[in-house]
């Protein structure tokens, strides 16, 4: 029914945000931002530095 579809990372990171039930709250005090910010990444909107990168890949495993 369904084909395989190949996810984005920021697809794959919104997907499994809402999947796990976190909100952008949640995420901006994970990693110290705004939840304005995480949002404008997740569609990529706005670039991201390594460390918060880094830190929401961790998350995500």
């Known amino acids: ?4 579809v190949s996810l984005t990372e920021l697809e794959y990171f919104r997907l499994w ?6 909100t952008l709250n949640k995420m ?5 931002c705004s939840p304005s910010w995480i949002c404008l990444f997740e569609n ?5 530095d390594n460390e918060r990168l ?8």
């Open 1 to 4: 029914m369904y084909e395989n």
């Open 17 to 22: 945000r809402k999947r796990n039930k976190v």
């Open 28 to 32: 901006a005090k994970i990693l110290n």
């Open 44 to 48: 990529g909107k706005r670039n991201i």
């Open 54 to 61: 880094q830190k929401y890949r961790d998350l995500v495993k």
